[in-house]
Structure formats: C-alpha cells, structure tokens
C-alpha cells in the first residue's frame, strides 16, 4: 500500500530525506489498533531541524509521518448544495508553483476561503492567471452542459484522486467528458456543476455569484456518477 501522489510530491519538492516508499500498511494499522476512529488523514515532514531554517539540510533527524485518526464525516453532508462566489484570489500555475505538488502551504486557498466565509456562502470559487476556472478553494470542480461534461485542465489545480475516478466514470458510461479553458459565464450557464474531493466525493454546487444553476436540461448527470462512483470505491480500496 504505497501513496503514488505522495511519492510524486516528495520528488517535486527535492525531500531526498522523505522516503515514502516502504509499504504503509503497518504504520496505519498499528495506530488503528490504538483507537476506535476510523478516519485516516496522512500528513508527511521532512522531519526534525537542527535550527530554524528553510534550508531542508537542517532535517537532519529524518522524515515524519503523522498518522492523524479522526472521526471525519463528509463536510457537505447536511447542505442541499453549495453557494459559491468568486475568490479574487488566484490559483497559482506553474510558474509560480506547480499545484500539482501536493503540499500543506496552500495560503492562497486559504485567502479564498475567508472570502467566501465573509460573503456568507460556503465556497469559493478561484480563477488562473488568465481569468479561466481553476477550481474551487478546497476542491476540484465539473460543469455539465447538454449532457457533456467539462472540468478544468490541471494547469492551475491539483489533479484530484475523486477527479480521475469521475473523469474514468465518464469514460466507462460514454458520457461525453472533457478537460477545457472554462469561464465563469459557461459556469453561470450550466446545467450542472458539482464539487469532487475525498472529503467531500460530488457535491453539487447550486449557485455561484448570486446566480442559480438550473438544470434546464434534465439529465441528471451528477446523480448517475455519483451512483456508479460508490460501486467503484471497493475496486480502489485495500483492506487494513
């Protein structure tokens, strides 16, 4: 049981003291065995530092992996969809720093998500250097429109693991899926839109800016992956 996006991040970001590649297995059953929380959350450090420092040389005590067990119910459970406004706040491309690295630094996620707190709603909405949708301030996002769906490339946003699961979902049910520079006026027009993370799987978002997502269509596509997308969950997960 080994983490390829974990391992794809460490080697990004130079940690050559970060080995990632034992088994995970016995760590997390062994914490396990220590609790009755099921909820598994993984956050890996380069570890110890000899003094305060942003040279990585100064981890010199080896990496940390902190097993955090929690109860951890799924965070749009209760809400009927989500409201969504417009985050001044960009999501940084790879000339910055490539979102595709995995990592806990995520400070302008955060800006974005005081945002949205102070608007009232629940999530925000972010944009890329170049004004098309990136994603939303916690996780990635789709967007239906007559039957076809549409989410942004992974240019400016992490390639999510519940992405890839709804994009091969797609795929499997010939629904038409593609990956495209996408405006917040095609967002305003859509059929659909719906949010994909772990935490949160597909959850519907139902108004963004003040404007309501009407599906004038009616094909209920978020319902239909969502259903083929818990029959697929076992075929991923590994028993510990």
């Known amino acids: 049981m080994q983490s ?41 450090s380069r570890g110890e530092k000899l003094t305060s420092g942003m040279d990585p040389r100064l981890n010199t005590m080896g990496a940390n ?79 239906v429109k007559n039957g076809k769906v549409f989410t942004p490339f992974a240019d400016a946003c992490l390639p999510g693991i519940t992405r890839g699961l709804v994009i091969e979902i797609c795929q499997d049910l010939n629904i038409p899926v593609k990956e495209a520079n996408l405006s917040l006026v095609e967002f305003y027009n859509a059929d659909e839109v719906f949010a994909t993370g772990t935490m949160g799987e597909l959850t519907a978002v139902i108004e963004i800016d003040g404007r309501k997502i009407i599906d004038r269509a009616d094909k209920k596509i978020r319902q239909l992956i969502m259903e083929h997308f818990h029959q697929l969950i076992p075929k991923y997960s590994e028993k510990i």
């Open 4 to 44: 390829g996006r974990a391992y794809e991040s460490t080697g990004a970001a130079s940690s050559a003291s970060t080995d990632i590649s034992r088994d995970l297995k016995p760590p997390l059953t062994h914490s396990l065995s220590l609790t009755y929380l099921r909820d598994i959350r993984l956050t890996l």
């Open 65 to 143: 992996l902190i097993v955090l067990a929690e109860r951890k119910p799924l965070i749009y459970g209760d809400l009927p969809g989500l409201r969504a406004i417009t985050s001044t706040q960009r999501r940084n491309g790879p000339q910055s720093l490539d979102s595709k690295i995995h990592h806990n630094n995520l400070l302008n996620n955060i800006i974005a998500k005081i945002q949205a707190n102070v608007a009232g709603v629940d999530t925000a909405m972010m944009l890329d250097h170049q004004g098309f949708v990136s994603e939303l301030n916690d996780t990635n996002v789709f967007m």
